[in-house]
């Protein structure tokens, strides 16, 4: 199936309320168990020293799970809707964990041109992830660009994305399966998403052709790419 490029931002009202009102604990925790497991796998532990980032955050609820999961590092959510960082800031303040958030900042910039230096002065970052980010990138250049801007030498990065189906089968299959748990506007954004996804030989392709070897790029289950490494 060939890509179909979507919108970037996501900054309709309704959309941005669907999405914050969904639940998808369970992918996110998979996801934060994931990096931790990543993480005790080759001995790196996060501490008061550390930054951690999370791209395309969206509504928070990755940056909320991270600032929990390690509360000794300081961490940084970045989105380039304005309307994503609001309701972000907003469930920040009135969540039951609010005691346990201190360590977490929102940031509103849009990732082709941010700079470390608009994110923290004095640290580099330890830490560099994204849930369902990279397909809403038009060009993998200003995705990997941007993870290059802002890594040093140390930071680990770990991105997790769709997967583009095969076929448009396969994507209806998809499509009818979210509509069974979300709401329509959700379900169309999905099926959106699908089409917006790369595929994994177009991953592995850019990152040979950059010589950006030292990134991994792997299939989980039949819906998932993950990128991790350094770059």
Same mark, same amino acid.
């Given at each position: 199936?060939?890509?179909?490029?979507?919108?970037? %931002?996501?900054?309709?009202?309704?959309?941005?309320?669907?999405?914050?009102? /969904?639940?998808?604990?369970?992918?996110?925790?998979?996801?934060?168990n994931q990096i931790n497991h990543y993480l005790i796998k080759n001995n790196i532990h996060l501490n008061k020293k550390e930054l951690i980032v999370d791209l395309g955050?969206?509504?928070?609820?990755?940056?909320?799970? %991270?600032?929990?999961?390690?509360?000794? /590092?300081?961490?940084?959510?970045i989105d380039g809707s304005k309307e994503m960082i609001r309701i972000a800031e907003s469930k920040k303040k009135n969540s039951f964990n609010r005691g346990q958030l201190k360590n977490l900042r929102y940031v509103c910039a849009d990732i082709k041109s941010l700079k470390s230096s608009e994110i923290y002065l004095k640290k580099n970052i330890s830490l560099l992830v994204s849930n369902s980010l990279i397909h809403h990138i038009t060009y993998l250049d200003d995705f990997f660009n941007c993870i290059e801007r802002l890594s040093s030498n140390l930071t680990i990065n770990f991105h997790k994305d769709l997967k583009r189906p095969n076929d448009e089968k396969s994507a209806l299959y998809l499509k009818e399966?979210?509509?069974?748990?979300?709401?329509?506007? %959700?379900?169309?954004?999905?099926?959106?998403?699908?089409?917006?996804?790369?595929?994994?030989?177009? %991953?592995?392709?850019?990152?040979?052709?950059?010589k950006l070897s030292s990134l991994e790029v792997f299939e989980e289950g039949d819906q998932y790419l993950v990128i991790y490494g350094k770059v």
């Open positions: 199936m060939e890509r179909t490029v979507e919108p970037e %931002l996501m900054e309709r009202e309704d959309q941005v309320i669907s999405y914050a009102k /969904a639940d998808f604990s369970e992918g996110e925790n998979n996801f934060i955050c969206g509504p928070g609820n990755i940056s909320e799970k %991270l600032s929990i999961k390690w509360p000794k /590092a300081n961490v940084v959510g399966k979210c509509g069974q748990k979300y709401n329509n506007i %959700l379900t169309n954004d999905y099926y959106a998403s699908l089409k917006a996804s790369y595929t994994l030989k177009e %991953l592995k392709d850019f990152i040979f052709e950059n």
